[in-house]
């Protein structure tokens, strides 16, 4: 018998997933920590610089939906745990072009659940959203998503990832697959893609150039640093039930626009940056996440609120520009290529 463990992290190339192995990766130097990503456009290996040298840490490019190399890999590193970030993420994508999102959320977690059921698992823990949920009216601030509320998905980007929760916890049901699930509010800080808000007010600002922000900025999101998801999925891994639903957010509901504001004043940047522009079709317009279950259950609390998070978040961008602008300029792209091949 072996005596560390092999923990599969899908999408670890990504915003959260890269996070998350680095701090697997330096807190667990005993498990080998395999980083299993397709690099799409959103994955970028430049983020795991800080550990790709570690012997604890391995990657793998692949395609969690393609069910023969998932198979193979399965029956290859035998994996005892496995965290799935792996998703199409980005809600304004979804709209232009559902079908990836039900291939990548839908298709690849059913992927990875048939593979964990035929090798059998230790754990398989689902990285899922608030957005599952659907949306809450901004004139009723007494209302919070709890772990009860009835899924209720607003885009095709919520509605794959509620898909693929409703399959984790049918195979815990059915085949009683030792799984769990965690839907947390909207993340921020170090590596997060530029497309997305608080990035891209960032970069914008930092240039000086105009600001976008979606109809009148209303739009409230509870915002959680990514390094408490981070914490709060490792207790979960630890300490969760099998069979359950974790929300994880830390009560830092913010309007799009407070968020914005907040950002141009650690920037001293001016406001006259912020242009109005047409809303998404279907915009959701309130989450905010209960999480007495995660704080009760697990002792789970976050260490950030939003204040002291977006000033970390900002001068870690100063302080990191080169990573942005690669990505910006496509030059990410070309990372696997130079580290990668034929190895
Ligand atoms: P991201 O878009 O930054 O990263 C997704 C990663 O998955 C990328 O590295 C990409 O290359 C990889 N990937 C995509 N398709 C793949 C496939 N078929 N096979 C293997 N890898 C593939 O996303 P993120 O913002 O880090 O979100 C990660 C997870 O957390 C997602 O499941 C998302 O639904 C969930 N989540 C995100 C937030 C948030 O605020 N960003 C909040 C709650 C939950």
């Known amino acids: 018998t072996k005596s560390f463990m092999n923990i599969v992290v ?19 130097p005993q498990d080998m920590i395999i980083n299993l990503d397709l690099l799409t456009y959103a994955g970028n290996l430049e983020t795991l610089k800080s550990v790709e040298n570690c012997t604890n840490y391995k990657f793998i490019k692949g395609d ?38 039900v291939r990548t959320n839908v298709v690849g977690t059913t992927t990875l659940l ?16 608030d957005e599952v949920y ?20 607003s885009s095709p980007y919520s509605a794959a990832k509620a898909a693929a929760d409703m399959f984790v916890l049918a195979y815990h049901r ?12 909207n993340n921020y800080g170090p590596y997060h893609f ?41 207790l979960i891994l630890k300490k969760g039930r099998e069979g359950e639903v974790y ?17 141009l004043k650690v920037l001293n940047k001016p406001e006259e940056l912020i242009r109005f522009v047409a809303d998404r079709p279907g915009h ?8 007495t279950k995660m704080e009760k259950q697990l002792g789970w609390k976050p260490k950030y609120d939003f204040d002291t998070g977006i000033v970390k978040t900002v001068e870690w961008y100063l302080n990191n520009e080169a990573w942005w602008k690669n990505i910006i300029n496509g030059e990410y792209i070309g990372y696997f290529d130079k580290m990668y091949k034929g190895r």
Not at 73 to 87: M, Q, S
Not at 122 to 127: D, G, L
Not at 135 to 140: F, G, I, V, Y
Not at 248 to 263: F, P, Q, S
């Open 134 to 153: 659907g949306d809450l009216p901004l004139n009723r601030p007494d209302l919070f998503f709890t772990e009860e509320t009835p899924l209720n998905a």
């Open 194 to 234: 530029p497309e997305k808000l608080i990035p891209l007010i960032i970069s914008r600002a930092l240039n000086d150039e105009e600001l976008p922000v979606y109809g009148k900025g209303e739009n409230v999101r509870d915002w959680l640093y990514v390094e408490d998801h981070c914490h709060a999925i490792d």
């Open 64 to 101: 969690i939906a393609d069910r023969k190399f998932i198979f193979e890999l399965f029956d290859e590193l035998k994996p005892d745990i496995i965290v799935n970030f792996a998703a199409e993420s980005h809600v304004d994508r979804s709209i232009e072009d559902p079908e990836i999102f």
């Open 247 to 263: 929300n994880i957010g830390g009560h830092n509901e913010r309007t799009n626009l407070d968020v914005v504001k907040t950002v």
């Open 174 to 185: 059915t085949y009683k697959l030792p799984v769990t699930v965690s839907r947390c509010s």
């Open 114 to 129: 048939d593979a964990c059921r035929t090798y059998g698992i230790k754990r398989y823990h689902q990285v899922s959203t």
């Open 284 to 291: 959701d317009m309130r989450y905010a996440i209960d999480p």
């Open 10 to 28: 899908t999408g670890g190339a990504g915003f959260i997933g890269g996070n998350f192995v680095q701090y697997m990766v330096n807190k667990y």
